[in-house]
């Protein structure tokens, strides 16, 4: 792309929403500054599954092979009831990369942040420990004032700065006056009527064995009334797990608990008894680990507009919250990514200096392109919490019925979800000439 010095985004967060932009808009020769609150890549314990489609984008950005060679691929589930009785089995995540020709994969979030930061060729671009405190717009471009006190100077503000987004604060502040519902939606856009403890542990728990504790590449579930949680072999002799809770009360941001320690201890002494999975509780994980936490789950799609009318836009959690049982958030996020510069890469394709108004019908496109697949991920995601939960008489029968329910429909359903999920036009596809 010619003359790139011409338009500049500004990028608040450098999660997985941000650094994937990042990426994205580095390939496409598209000028940007990424600031980050903090660090890039922290080491928090927890994991995360990366889907097929998610994969085929990666794989565009140059990053999928290194992701893939670092981990092995999930082959299937085993689920099991509050016993420890395994109830069900299924190979399903070995027959959707059959049909895909791509694995599904679960690492450490740190080790996906560091990769899609490592793939920058440019890091000068990325500042870390610098936050975007507040912002003002002109009909040329947006400054953009950091926590510092500094001043930086753009085209538009990419707001990827997670559920708890500062960014999403002060466009409901700006309309908290002229326009209370827009105010409520962007503030208490969220719920949460649960909480997951996550951690990762050494896979051989006892007595410092060695011996795997869960074979590589099976993901376990359990199922207890109002708790679920889940374990899978990671790379390196590494287990991610995660306990699911169903609150006593549930909550609307922004008055989500944000929780500490010592809640997560409290948990862990209230639930840790309950079987993780046969042979172990989830108090054996949790002394086994080596980094975990405890955070709301919240769940929710932003009501729109996405973008304040002028040239800031929403991506990624702060926008769209889906509950973790079903893994979608992150990838999710790159999807958002991937709707918003395929059509920022078009407009300046057409015009390198575009007006507001440009810039604000681009942001609607984006918006109207992954609205659908924030409102279906949301609704999976919350069905399937409240599934494994077993949260209701029905979802008892239905846990019940699991068994029997065929496998290639189980399939299907994947497959129906991750076909509509989209790619860096600008970009080959990697898939165009395979089949
Ligand atoms: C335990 C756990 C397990 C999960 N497992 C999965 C999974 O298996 N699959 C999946 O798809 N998803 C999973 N998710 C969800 C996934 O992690 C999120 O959806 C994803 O991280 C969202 O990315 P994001 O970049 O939008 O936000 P975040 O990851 O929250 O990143 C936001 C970033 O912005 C920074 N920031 C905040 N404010 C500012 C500011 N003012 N200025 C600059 N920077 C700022 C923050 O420090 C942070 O780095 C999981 C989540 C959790 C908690």
Redesign the pocket.
Known sequence: MANPESFKVII?????????LANALEKAGVDFLL????E?A?Q????????CH?ARILEQLGIWREICAATFSLEGRLHFDERGNLFDSSPIFKLVEETTRRPIV?IE?RFF?DTLYNCLKDKSRVLTN????SFWEDEHGITVI??HGDSIRGSILV?????????RGLLASAVSETDPERFQYLTKGFTSSYR?V?GTSANGLRDGSTRPLLPEGIVHHVYHRNVSGLAAAGAKGLLFW?LFIKEENPSTTPNCPRYTETDTIETIEKYGNLFACPGYTFRDLWGARSHA?M?S?EEGVVQGPWNNGGRVVL????IC??T?N?????????E?VCNLVNRLVSLLQRNQTPTTKDIVATFDRYEQAQRPRADISVKISHSTTRYESMDSLWLRFLRWLSPWVPLSYQVKRFLSYMNPAPILEFLPDPDSGRH
């Open positions: 608040a967060g450098g999660g997985i929403a941000g650094l994937a600031l980050e609150k903090r890039i922290p928090t314990g927890a994991s995360i599954i990366i889907q998610t679960l979030r942040l610098i936050g975007v405190a950091t926590d707001a990827a700065d997670g559920v708890h987004s500062t960014i997951a996550f995660f936490g955070v789950m991506v990624g959690d702060s919250k889906t973790v079903s893994g979608f958030g992150g990838n999710l996020a790159v958002g």
